[in-house]
């Protein structure tokens, strides 16, 4: 290695070397569309926008990534050469932590039993098996392949690892159903409503929630996000444990956007990232205009959660209402009265 080389390395990792940036590269390098927004990045990441300047300046100055205007917005990218160094650098990282953090976790003994000392891989082997009993119509080698997509994908973002095994065997069903529900095309199946945003911490979490609550089981719902936060908003956390239904014992979590989530749906609402969502025929799109609880304060997550809450008071109103049945042409009408 030459020393040119190697000071541009060094730049580089000095750059690299604060959880706050190593969090933004990772947000940029895992968008769909390869550039990020300077304000959906302060959004996923909450933090607040003089803060996320700083750190974009100096990844900038560092050669890691580059901007362009657009209108009114500025997006972020990768620059040139940096997406096999980030995706090589971010991926060893990764696994190198969750590697320490499990051992360290296996060490304790004030942990509770079992917590620290959970085999992954056999954990994964039995939730594959359970699944594959589960959706027979399904290949068993497709089955394997969510479940390991639906860990990997996850295990991106996520800080709380111990959960990971579960969240990824909800996530996984929830993929399954989805194909299951497009490979069979019942007509008389029950309405499927996909809500998005970009992170899945907040407006889509809180729209999933309170139409489960108007709706009920009537409505199948599912929210996600085009770039996953890490974990929900606790600004929103409130009112989804106290809008939370499930019984399973499942924690609330982000979840990245499918393509057979799209595919599952018949209404597909967007909620600030719009050009990320695939546009297929024979759904219904809609687009909500609500604000971003991420930075709100205690009253503008109030308002933001009201705003919703109507919202979604009249799609459950639409998608609950029985159908009319017409009337038959040989129906006798009432005589009018003189």
Not at 185 to 197: E, G, I, K, S, T
Request: hydrophobic residues 40%.
């Amino acid at each position: 290695m030459t020393r040119d080389v190697a000071e541009a390395m060094a730049s580089v990792l000095r750059a690299l070397a604060d959880p706050l940036r190593l969090q933004i590269v990772s947000v940029v390098s895992t968008a769909p569309s390869g550039r990020v927004p300077a304000g959906e990045i302060a959004s996923i990441t909450a933090l607040t926008p003089p803060t996320v300047s700083h750190h974009l300046r100096s990844l900038r100055e560092a050669g890691v990534l580059t901007a362009r205007r657009r209108g009114t917005w500025v997006d972020y990218s990768l620059a040139e050469g940096m997406e096999r160094v980030v995706a090589d650098l971010l991926g060893s990282l990764a696994a190198a932590a969750r590697a320490g953090s499990d051992a360290e976790g296996a060490g304790r003994q004030d942990r509770p039993a079992g917590v620290g000392s959970l085999d992954t891989q056999s954990v994964m082997r039995r939730v594959t098996d359970d699944l594959i009993d589960r959706f027979p119509m399904v290949d068993d080698g497709l089955v394997r392949s969510v479940v390991r997509e639906s860990y990997t994908d996850l295990g991106r973002t996520a800080r709380v690892t111990a959960h990971l095994p579960v969240l990824a065997e909800a996530f996984a069903t929830q993929r399954l159903e989805d194909l299951s529900r497009v490979r069979t095309a019942n007509p008389h199946h029950r309405p499927q409503v996909l809500f998005v945003c970009v992170a899945n911490a907040g407006r889509s979490q809180l729209a999933a929630a309170l139409l489960r609550k108007h709706a009920g089981d009537a409505v199948v719902v599912r929210s996600a996000g085009s770039t996953p936060a890490a974990e929900v908003h606790a600004t929103v956390r409130p009112y989804l444990e106290a809008l939370d239904t499930d019984d399973s014992g499942t924690p609330i979590y982000p979840k990245p956007l499918t393509d057979d989530a799209v595919r599952a749906a018949d209404v597909v609402i967007t909620m600030g990232c719009g050009d990320n969502c695939p546009v297929l025929p024979g759904k219904r799109y809609e687009d909500w205009a609500v604000g971003d609880p991420a930075l709100a304060s205690e009253a503008g997550v109030r308002a933001i959660h009201d705003d919703i809450e109507a919202r979604v008071r009249v799609l459950a109103a639409e998608l609950t209402e029985p159908t009319p049945i017409p009337a038959s042409p040989d129906a006798v009408r009432p005589q009018e009265s003189t």
